[in-house]
């Protein structure tokens, strides 16, 4: 059993940024491909960004590409995504989710964070 924690979500200008965490318990951790995704209001939720087990691999989201960044620390059993030259478009609830396999589908990861809110004005 794993459960992710979010953190770091709140309200910024655009143009600025932001840097969210995800700590997750459980021993298997350092095993799992990690993502991000987010839900705007009346949006279905959306891929952002995945990593690999140990990082080797990253994937992105067309609209993101360039500005957002995923990293993990398997020791901190935390996986990060930092967020720069953000837009009011990037305004959603973010969500981490643990899977067995990188993925960019919401289907294939098994265990999800609550969220944390992100919030850009214009």
């Known amino acids: 059993q794993v459960q992710l924690v979010e953190s770091g979500g709140g309200l910024v200008q655009a143009g600025g940024s932001l840097r969210l965490s995800c700590a997750a318990s459980g021993r298997t951790f350092s095993m799992l491909a990690m993502g991000w995704f987010r839900q705007a209001p009346g949006k279905e939720r959306e891929f952002v960004a995945a990593?690999?087990?140990?990082?080797?691999?990253?994937y992105y989201a067309d609209s993101v590409k360039g500005r957002f960044t995923i990293s993990r620390d398997n020791a901190k059993k935390t996986v990060y995504l930092q967020m720069n030259s953000l837009k009011p478009e990037d305004t959603a609830a973010y969500y981490c989710a643990a899977s067995r396999a990188t993925s960019r589908y919401g289907r294939d990861y098994d265990y999800w964070g609550q969220g944390t809110q992100v919030t850009v004005s214009s």
């Open positions: 990593i690999s087990w140990n990082g080797g691999s990253t």
